[in-house]
């Protein structure tokens, strides 16, 4: 599929009714939604592309649901795509299931691997046949604008310098490290989190080779992300321990992946200086309050999700859908949200982000952080042979990966 480029002259200033921030899962499901339903929408991306490595693969059931409440379910299944019906894990040389999305009787039980760029390009090319939809890549927001305590619109550096972008209401859909929310007085919660992940690339012997998702053995975890040619690989670790590996050099880097995956040993060698591992903090963080006057914050930029379950892209097009749900009737009546309407937002979403957070948080630091540390755990945590021994119970991992705790849909 072609990358999505899109130069677009907003030297003068330019007013939307909505200005969403971040071309992510969030910003950009949120911006084709309201497009389709006939709101003149902006969304701002900083980057000239969606090329970046450094993403969720992972298309889930209840998304895969919404693209079938739009209409474009079958086209998207047309991208190639890598169906995973159920989550196994290696511990050791033990394999155990620990879910089966074929249990949940759904249209799409299975989640969809692909880079998420391939996803995003699919929506930017559906989005720009709509009239209402603007994209403007290469568009960073710096900041804020405000008028008497209201939000009302960005400033933003193009390619051609700065430009205002006025608006009824800003998105903050810019992740984890949003420009957005810095510029609010919106409060931070931060959950923490014992983790980093370092990532790095693994070309396959073969396009056919296939190796399990998760793969653990003595205090080990390693996740690989099949991308048909090469492997994403994600080595989960404790928090700073990145330099003390660094240190210690790329060939011990080689051994720690060949210890849990023996069969990788000629194809770590493509490993040769550490510059090609990058190390990616986790962070688990939420605002206390979403919204201010004329601006929301959704998807990251209001939470920050772990990567623990994958489930990061859901909820950020999970929230993008409900704020549809409440923005595009007021825009369309000719009325600009007011922060009750905006709480409104927050309110449908908050309960599944603490939820899901919960149980994030949990497994970091009770079943991870403990297995990260103790070099001679090989075996299976007993919560999850639970799993193994009563198959049926496989549906509720399967549940809150595939589906996340509170589904949303199309209301318009
Ligand atoms: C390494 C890694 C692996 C992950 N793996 C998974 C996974 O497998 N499955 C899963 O569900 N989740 C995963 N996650 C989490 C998931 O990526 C996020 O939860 C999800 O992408 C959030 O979507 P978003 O749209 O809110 O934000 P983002 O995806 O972060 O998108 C924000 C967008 O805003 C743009 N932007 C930022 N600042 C500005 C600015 N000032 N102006 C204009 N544009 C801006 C960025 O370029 C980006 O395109 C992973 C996260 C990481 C870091």
């Not at 339903?37 to 969720?56: N, Q, S």
């Not at 540390?373 to 639970?386: E, G």
């Amino acid at each position: 599929m072609k990358m999505f480029k899109q130069e677009q002259d907003i030297s003068k200033n330019k007013f939307y009714s909505c200005c969403i921030v971040g071309g992510g899962p969030a910003g950009m499901m949120l911006g084709y939604i309201m497009a389709k339903y006939g709101v003149e929408v902006v969304v701002l991306e900083k980057h000239e592309d969606f090329f970046r490595d450094f993403r969720g693969d992972t298309i889930h059931p209840s998304t895969m649901n919404i693209l079938d409440e739009l209409g474009d379910l079958d086209d998207f299944l047309k991208i190639p795509n890598d169906k995973m019906t159920a989550f196994t894990m290696t511990f050791g040389n033990k394999q155990i299931a620990l879910a089966d999305f074929k249990k949940l009787h759904i249209k799409t039980p299975f989640i969809a691997f692909t880079p998420q760029w391939n996803f995003l390009n699919f929506l930017a090319e559906k989005a720009k046949k709509l009239p209402n939809f603007n994209l403007l890549m290469n568009t960073e927001a710096t900041d804020i604008l405000q008028e008497n305590g209201k939000v009302v619109g960005v400033k933003a550096l193009t390619k051609n310098g700065e430009a205002l972008i006025n608006s009824n209401l800003v998105v903050g859909a810019d992740g984890r490290h949003s420009i957005i929310r810095n510029r609010t007085n919106l409060n931070v919660h931060n959950l923490g989190s014992p983790l980093d992940v370092l990532w790095f690339r693994l070309n396959k012997p073969d396009t056919t080779y296939k190796k399990a998702f998760a793969n653990s053995s003595k205090g080990k975890f390693l996740i690989l992300i099949d991308r048909t040619e090469y492997w994403q690989c994600g080595f989960i670790t404790i928090k700073g321990n990145y330099e003390n590996l660094k240190s210690k050099g790329v060939v011990n880097f080689q051994h720690e992946i060949t210890s849990i995956l023996p069969k990788l040993k000629d194809v770590v060698k493509q490993l040769t200086d550490f510059e090609q591992i990058k190390n990616l903090s986790v962070t688990v963080d939420r605002l206390e309050k979403w919204y201010t006057e004329g601006l929301i914050c959704i998807g990251d930029s209001a939470h920050a999700m772990s990567q623990i379950g994958g489930v990061g892209i859901n909820l950020a097009i999970q929230d993008a859908v409900a704020a549809a749900n409440v923005l595009v009737p007021l825009f369309k009546n000719g009325n600009i949200p007011t922060t009750n309407d905006l709480e409104k937002i927050q309110k449908r979403r908050m309960f599944p982000t603490k939820v899901t957070q919960g149980v994030q948080v949990l497994i970091q630091n009770k079943s991870l952080k403990p297995f990260l540390t103790d070099k001679n755990k090989d075996d299976v945590p007993s919560f999850l042979k639970l799993l193994k021994w009563f198959p049926p119970l496989r549906i509720l991992p399967a549940r809150f990966i595939g589906l996340g705790v509170r589904t949303e849909k199309i209301e318009l």
